[in-house]
């Protein structure tokens, strides 16, 4: 994609690579479809960066505004999918 994702730079090397990897997620699950394990364990690691939600609202609505991807209804198809199942989203 041509854009740039939210970053906080006051977050480590490691950090802004495990955000850029949710937002991969996210792309994959519209783009193409993506296991439910795979998006959870990257929303879990996201969480674990920024556990404050209304920084995470705040990140996935910039998210959404340069991509029309929605990290919110996604991940919600994902926790309520059973395991294995693959998540694909519609724009």
């Not at 090397?13 to 990257?42: C, H, L, P, S």
């Not at 990140?59 to 694909?88: H, Q, W």
Request: charged share 35%.
């Amino acid at each position: 994609m041509e854009y740039q994702y939210p970053i906080d730079f006051t977050w480590s090397t490691e950090e802004i690579i495990d955000v850029i990897k949710f937002f991969e997620a996210i792309e994959k699950a519209y783009e193409n479809g993506i296991e439910r394990d795979e998006i959870m364990d990257a929303y879990r690691r996201f969480k674990e960066i920024v556990p404050s939600k209304a920084q995470e609202k705040t990140i996935c609505n910039e998210f959404e505004e340069i991509s029309t991807y929605s990290s919110y209804r996604t991940i919600k198809k994902a926790k309520d999918a059973s395991p294995g199942e693959r998540i694909l989203m519609k724009v």
